[in-house]
């Protein structure tokens, strides 16, 4: 993607510097001259600031599984809107999520929810190093575990680093 097709983008990039380190708050989406900047989504496509189309393959790292504006999770969120979008205390419905999961997997006997997959990734390495007592872990060279010290180690692609 040319810098002509993506002025705009390269326009939020500038501005985003001034108040992000490094322009963004995910680093996975940083690409070189600068990130692309969406505006919308329908289905499996995103249209980016400066009106091009693409296809997304990533589906925001699958949490969109469902492609963007889906009419039926619209119509659920709209509805949750109503009710409220975020409580401090547990729900109804982070039970009933937890049981539809646990009847689904076999081997789940209980869920733990986390705001994030780094604190997800955080707190599964505590678990399992507590119950087997052990201090490693083993992970894929220079793949992406989550922000989390334990996991960062060696996200570059040079084994030196």
């Not at 990130?35 to 091009?52: E, F, T």
């Not at 693409?54 to 009419?71: E, Q, R, V």
């Not at 007592?133 to 083993?138: E, S």
Request: with cysteine.
């Amino acid at each position: 993607m040319s810098d002509r097709t993506t002025v705009r983008s390269a326009a939020l990039h500038e501005r985003a510097r001034d108040t992000m380190p490094g322009g963004n708050t995910r680093t996975t989406v940083w690409r070189a001259p600068h990130p692309i900047y969406a505006a919308s989504g329908k289905g499996c496509r995103i249209m980016d600031v400066d009106s091009n189309t693409y296809l997304d393959f990533i589906n925001n790292f699958t949490s969109m599984i469902h492609g963007h504006t889906n009419p039926v999770i619209a119509e659920a969120v709209h509805e949750q809107l109503e009710l409220g979008t975020c409580f401090a205390m547990p729900t109804e419905s982070e039970i009933g999520l937890a049981e539809l999961l646990c009847d689904r997997v076999p081997s789940f006997e209980r869920i733990r929810f986390t705001n994030s997959g780094s604190e997800a990734v955080m707190m599964a390495l505590k678990a399992v190093r507590a119950h087997k007592g052990r201090p490693k872990i083993a992970k894929c060279e220079s793949a992406y575990h989550a922000s989390y010290d334990f996991a960062e180690v060696s996200l570059d692609s040079a084994p030196a680093t």
